[in-house]
């Protein structure tokens, strides 16, 4: 079973940093591929990025391309999205969830899912 619990969301300025966590407190060692999605207000979940299983490959969304980078840790299920740079559009809810499928940069692949941490950026 994968639990995924997020964590490192809070309120910062434009142009500030942040790094989410996200790690799996089951006892699983099978690793999935990760991803990082979020909801703004108002808006659909959005694909933010993707991390394969071996964290050889990665998917970015535009929104965040250049600016958000995922890796993963050294848990079984951890990952990791540093983000530089931040808008206020980047104002949300950040997800994260795992799958054991192929296509991982698409929402309807995910199986498992966070409660998600919030992330305000203020101007």
């Known amino acids: 079973q994968v639990q995924l619990v997020e964590s490192g969301g809070g309120l910062v300025q434009v142009g500030d940093s942040l790094t989410l966590s996200c790690k799996d407190s089951?006892?699983?060692?099978?690793?999935?591929?990760l991803a990082w999605f979020r909801r703004a207000p108002g808006k659909e979940r959005e694909f933010a990025a993707a991390?394969?299983?071996?964290?050889?490959?990665?998917y970015y969304g535009d929104s965040v391309k250049g600016r958000f980078t995922i890796s993963r840790g050294n848990g079984a299920n951890t990952a990791y999205l540093h983000m530089q740079n931040l808008e206020p559009a980047d104002t949300a809810i950040y997800y994260c969830a795992a799958t054991a499928r192929a296509s991982i940069d698409t929402e309807v692949s995910y199986d498992y899912w966070g409660q998600g941490t919030q992330v305000t950026v203020s101007s």
């Open positions: 089951g006892s699983t060692r099978f690793q999935y591929a």
């Open positions: 991390i394969s299983g071996s964290g050889r490959t990665t």
